[in-house]
């Protein structure tokens, strides 16, 4: 089973990270560690989003579609974009 996930800094909050793993939070701690080349410049992240595949190799073909120009379009109109407008919205009734 793998996870593709997306991530936010928490330092640069525009800068935003895509990956798959087998152990979400290992890897998480290991993007905070300094472990990864690119993410380790905007340290600390979190996890904004993450969905499961059973099968591993749709995992491994959805995160490299989501790196590509259209799954980055694709993500800033469904998956950021939504995420940002629900917890917005859901702010503001608080």
């Known amino acids: ?19 798959v793993t087998t152990n979400l939070e290992e890897r998480l701690q290991a993007h905070n560690a300094g472990g990864s080349l690119y993410t ?3 340290r600390p ?9 059973q099968d591993d190799q749709r995992a491994v073909d ?15 109109k469904r ?3 939504v995420l940002v407008g629900y917890i917005s919205h859901a702010l503001d009734r608080v």
């Not at 593709?4 to 990956?19: A, E, I």
């Not at 992240?45 to 595949?53: A, D, I, R, S, T």
């Open 1 to 19: 089973m793998k996870y593709v996930y997306l991530l936010q800094s928490l330092s640069v909050p525009t800068q935003r990270y895509v990956g």
């Open 40 to 42: 380790s410049k905007y």
């Open 45 to 53: 992240w979190k996890v904004v989003m993450y969905l499961c595949f």
């Open 62 to 76: 959805f995160e490299r579609y989501l790196k590509t120009g259209s799954g980055q379009a694709f993500a800033n």
């Open 79 to 81: 998956l950021w974009y």
